[in-house]
């Protein structure tokens, strides 16, 4: 594809778009899982096995995993997309469908349904 | 007439930060929507766009903020607790752990349930998605205006972040209410 005038391509803003919706449903995958078994909710108690935020609890394993997975994917789609002119609206809509699963994840009426 | 400095610290992350995340979404929105070339000159177009890459940023570098202090400070002050022999069933024993507080009283107990289990984690999409606009804002700078599929992308993104802030802030004025970390 090319730009639709003489601006930069867009490869990079798309990329930076399905980054956070990449962290968004991570985060929600996250949150379900804690609700599956006991043993991964122990998992993500990253307060207790690295001191990340004394008393969090699993809290800290989901949004420490979240944001991880939001930065390295933004690493790597920057770099797959550097220099070059996407078709914007679908990776938008794909985006926006990463980020709307996330919040639905995060939607205590959701997640308590895989509760174990 | 005084405040704990947990009370301190909560007026920080909710009302200090809470209010510069509304101011810079209130600016960075009308940025964003009036960005185009038919409604602004060569001139007003490098003048407006400095001043929306601070919006937008500021609006995510305090999102960042608010969701790191809330989780990693505030949160465990609300998750503590209480000594063994405390007896969960009596309001009155639990005014220092908030999260039991409101489980103590089936009146409350959605206030953690619902409120505070959706607000714990909503927080976080924000500013994920808030940094992604100020990215857009950053990288294209004044070409922003003549790129309307970018625009319009970030401004459903800007306006989704302030939704998932919406609900996180929200809730937490009224679970702060229900039952205020001392």
């Not at chain 2, 005014?95 to 107990?109: G, N, S």
Request: aromatic share 12%.
């Amino acid at each position: 594809m090319t730009a639709p005038t003489d601006t930069k391509p867009n490869g990079p803003v798309a990329a930076a778009f399905a980054a956070a919706g990449v962290g968004s449903i991570v985060l929600g995958i996250f949150v379900v899982l804690n609700e599956v078994s006991e043993d991964l909710s122990r998992f993500l108690r990253f307060d207790d096995s690295f001191g990340l935020g004394s008393g969090v609890g699993p809290l800290s394993g989901k949004v420490t995993l979240a944001v991880i997975a939001y930065v390295v994917s933004w690493a790597i789609l920057h770099a797959a997309l550097r220099g070059k002119e996407v078709n914007f609206r679908a990776w938008f809509i794909a985006s926006l469908a990463l980020v709307g699963a996330g919040f639905l994840l995060t939607f205590p009426p959701v997640f308590r349904i895989f509760a174990s | 007439m005084e405040l704990t400095e947990r009370e301190l610290y909560t007026v920080l992350h909710g009302l200090v930060l809470g209010t510069l995340f509304l101011l810079a979404f209130g600016g960075g929105l009308a940025g964003l929507y009036s960005l185009r070339e038919r409604y602004l000159t060569p001139e007003g177009l490098r003048e407006r766009t400095p001043r929306l890459l601070l919006g937008t940023s500021v609006m995510a570098v305090v999102a960042w903020l608010t969701v790191l202090t809330g989780t990693f400070i505030a949160y465990p002050w609300y998750r503590a607790t209480p000594p063994e022999g405390t007896n969960l069933e009596d309001p009155a024993a639990l005014v220092d752990y908030p999260r039991y507080l409101l489980l103590a009283q089936e009146k409350t107990a959605g206030w953690h349930e619902f409120a505070m289990e959706w607000k714990e984690h909503v927080a976080w999409i924000a500013p994920m998605l808030a940094t992604a606009v100020a990215f857009a804002v950053l990288y294209y700078g004044i070409q922003l205006a003549r790129r309307g599929d970018v625009r319009n992308a970030a401004i459903v993104f800007f306006v989704l972040a302030f939704a998932a802030a919406g609900v996180a802030g929200l809730f937490g004025a009224f679970i702060t209410k229900a039952a205020p970390v001392m």
